[in-house]
């Protein structure tokens, strides 16, 4: 079964930047898509970022483009979020997600197959 851990959450202050990583285990092989959703109370989950197995395509939120960087360290099986210039409003759980089949791109829908526990991020005005 593949696992998903978060780290790297925290609290800020808005202007702050954060570095979230999801390490992936449970799986072997490295050919696989990964992307950030994120929850805030109240709202519903909405996509961040994602990034396609090969580390060289991107997708981002209209929110996330321009502020948060999303990256694959393939080796380790990891995917990191550099969250920047973070506003109140960023303020969420943040979950990492990664697809069942390998090449498969992380979809904007929500409907990844493996989704990791959450970290929160919490940003004061």
């Known amino acids: 079964q593949v696992r998903l851990v978060e780290s790297g959450g925290g609290s800020v202050q808005a202007g702050g930047s954060l570095r979230l990583s999801c390490a992936a285990s449970?799986?072997?092989?490295?050919?696989?898509?990964m992307g950030w959703f994120r929850q805030a109370p109240g709202k519903e989950r909405e996509f961040v970022a994602s990034?396609?197995?090969?580390?060289?395509?991107?997708d981002y939120a209209d929110f996330a483009e321009g502020r948060f960087t999303i990256s694959l360290d393939s080796a380790k099986n990891t995917v990191y979020l550099q969250l920047t210039t973070l506003k109140p409003e960023d303020t969420a759980i943040y979950y990492c997600?990664?697809?069942?089949?390998?090449?498969?791109?992380?979809?904007?829908?929500?409907?990844?197959?493996?989704w990791g526990q959450g970290t929160q991020v919490t940003v004061s005005s």
């Open positions: 997600v990664t697809e069942q089949l390998p090449f498969s791109p992380v979809r904007r829908d929500g409907q990844s197959k493996f």
């Open positions: 449970g799986r072997t092989g490295t050919n696989y898509a």
């Open positions: 990034i396609t197995w090969s580390g060289r395509s991107f």
